[in-house]
Structure formats: structure tokens, C-alpha cells
């Protein structure tokens, strides 16, 4: 799949006016605003995941959108535990020796899509980069029981790069995952820098390799801004991310968990991500989320709906029945 603009015919050029005080130059700009979770919703999310010994990237992460999200009554499920064999600069899970794996939680995190009455659901892990397969195997697994107790429940799984092994990924993707998603994170000048265990190529070849293996999933991938990168670079990075088939972009505003994490090079403006959507649908990605608080897998059942008017998807929603 070729891109269908160059990334340097793509005019943007907005800068906010908000400049950071300079006795404070982290602090954040006044379009950042979270709302602390609470309600009846988040309370009975909360709950059920303590009950069915979970672990939410949600919370793992500190993601600015939980208290929304889970008002909402969804979440994003983390198997594998809550320790990552990596250790990326901007990412608040901790990094360390993890646990064997609990092949029973596959099992507990389609009781709960069925107990929350999901009809989407967005499923991630940690990296367990110890073990040959990455996990694979424990991703195929709770695909297919979800799709066992909770029936017409789309999946969306949010992978690692698995090393770039494809035997790994091919066991997630004979699952018929609907969406397939895996973050770049950054642009591949910063990789070192950002996530020095990963590589470039290995997430554009996961990307890639997921379309070849199953030409109805739908790809998604993610950038980080605010690490450093230029606007010339995202727009290189997208122009990558389109040629190896990718259909949706979430591009998100970093924000630096504690102290001994990356800094926050740059705030970008509301308007600017606004004409990073334009231009990201303008190169050909069928959805693009962007803004401030955008995160991977924020608004994703909202995408689904969208994306369920397509004949392409339609096709995934008969795999079903």
C-alpha cells in the first residue's frame, strides 16, 4: 500500500500561543485537564477487576482518561502481569523479573466482558520478552473465550512486537482478532531513546505482517508527541505507518509520569492535532483520534461503530456469526 501524499505537501504549521512559564516549564498548559475518576460506573468497574484479580493498563499506566473511561463502564484489560520485561522511558508499569504466566487468566477476563456486558473490548499486556513465543499463546487464548461466553463482543489487541518473531504473531492472528493493533510510540530517530529494547522494524514488520496474514483485520498503531521529534518527522512516521497498510492512528500528547522518566520536550496545541487528523486522513488512514489526551485505545468502541459502516468491517462481524 503506497501513501497517497508525500509527508512534505502537508501544511501544518500551526503554533499554540501558550508558552510555558519559566519558573515552571513542566507545567502543563491549560488544555490538559483531568477529571478524577468517580461514580457508580468506576466504582463497579473497579471493583470487578479487584475481585477477579486484574490488572488494567488503565491504572498500570496512570492513563489521564480513566476516569472517563471507566464511567463509561469500559477498560482496557493488561494480562501477564504487572511487571514488563522492558524498560521504555516514558511508561510508569515497572520493569523487572515477572511471574510465570496464569493460564487461568484468560478464563477470569472473559468473565468479566461478560459481566460488564462489553460489546468491544481492547486487550493488551506487558512484554515477557523471558519466554520463546512473547505470550502469544495467552492473547489466542482469551480471544477465543471471549468470543465463547461473551457472543457479537468485538476484540481489539494491543501487542507487543513479539521480536518481530512472526510464528508469535501468527498465533494471535489465527484467533481472528477485529483489530490488531501495536503502538509505534514514537518516531525512529527517538527509539533508542524512548524504548531502547525495541526497533523500528520490528513494529512496522508486526504491522505489516498481521495485513498479510489476515487481509480483514483492521491495524492500528500510535505516536507519543512531546519527546523531542519534529513535526516533519510525524508526518515521516505516518507516511510509514500508511505504506505498510495501517487503517487506524491514534496520535496523543506524551505526559511524563514522575521525575526519573523522559521529560516533556513540547506541548502541542489542540489545533495542531486537529490538522494532524486532517492530514492523517488526507494520507489515507481510514480513522484517525488526536488530541491532547488521546490515548491508544481511548474511544475505541466509539471507532468500532464508526468503522462497522464499512463493508470491510462488516465482513470481520460475520466471522461472529
Known amino acids: 500500500m503506497t501513501p497517497t501524499i508525500q509527508p512534505d505537501t502537508i501544511p501544518i504549521t500551526s503554533a499554540t500561543d ?16 483531568v477529571r478524577a475518576p ?29 476516569g472517563e473511561c471507566w464511567g463509561k463502564g469500559t477498560a482496557t484489560f493488561l494480562m501477564m502481569g504487572d511487571t514488563c520485561t522492558r524498560s521504555c522511558g516514558f511508561c510508569d508499569i515497572k520493569t523487572g523479573r515477572p511471574s510465570p504466566l496464569d493460564w487461568g487468566e484468560p478464563n477470569r477476563i472473559a468473565e468479566s466482558v461478560r459481566a460488564m456486558g462489553l460489546q468491544h473490548v481492547v486487550i493488551t499486556s506487558v512484554n515477557r520478552d523471558e519466554r520463546a513465543d512473547g505470550g502469544a499463546p495467552i492473547f489466542a487464548m482469551v480471544i477465543r473465550r471471549i468470543r465463547q461466553l ?43 531513546r524512548v524504548q531502547p529494547q525495541d526497533r523500528y522494524e520490528w513494529a512496522l514488520s508486526t504491522l505489516q ?28 512516521t505516518m507516511c510509514d505507518l500508511v505504506s505498510v497498510g495501517v487503517d487506524i492512528l491514534t496520535l496523543g500528547q506524551y505526559l511524563q509520569p514522575s521525575k526519573r522518566h523522559l521529560p516533556i520536550e ?22 484517525v483520534e488526536s488530541g491532547p489526551l488521546v490515548r491508544s485505545s481511548y474511544r475505541a468502541a466509539e471507532q468500532v461503530r464508526e468503522l462497522s459502516r464499512l463493508e470491510h468491517f462488516r465482513l470481520h462481524e460475520a466471522r461472529l456469526g
Open 209 to 236: 505482517n498481521a495485513k498479510r496474514m489476515d487481509k480483514l483485520v483492521l491495524t492500528k498503531s500510535g505516536i507519543m508527541l512531546g519527546l523531542g521529534e519534529t513535526l516533519a518527522e510525524v508526518r515521516e
Open 18 to 33: 501558550w508558552q510555558p512559564d519559566p519558573k515552571s516549564p513542566r507545567r502543563r498548559p491549560p488544555w490538559i485537564r
Open 266 to 287: 513540547r506541548y502541542y496545541s489542540p489545533q495542531e492535532f486537529d490538522e494532524l487528523r486532517e492530514a492523517g486522513l488526507a494520507m489515507g488512514f481510514k480513522w
Open 150 to 192: 461473551q457472543p457479537g463482543c468485538s476484540i481489539e489487541v494491543l501487542i507487543p512486537d513479539f521480536k518481530g518473531k512472526e510464528f508469535a504473531l501468527k498465533m494471535v492472528m489465527d484467533a481472528q482478532p477485529e483489530i490488531l493493533n501495536h503502538n509505534v510510540e514514537t518516531v525512529p530517530r527517538l527509539f533508542k
Open 38 to 66: 468517580s461514580g457508580e460506573n468506576y466504582e463497579r468497574v473497579r471493583d470487578l477487576m479487584r475481585s477477579k484479580t486484574l490488572h488494567t493498563v488503565c491504572e498500570e499506566a496512570q492513563c489521564p482518561n480513566l
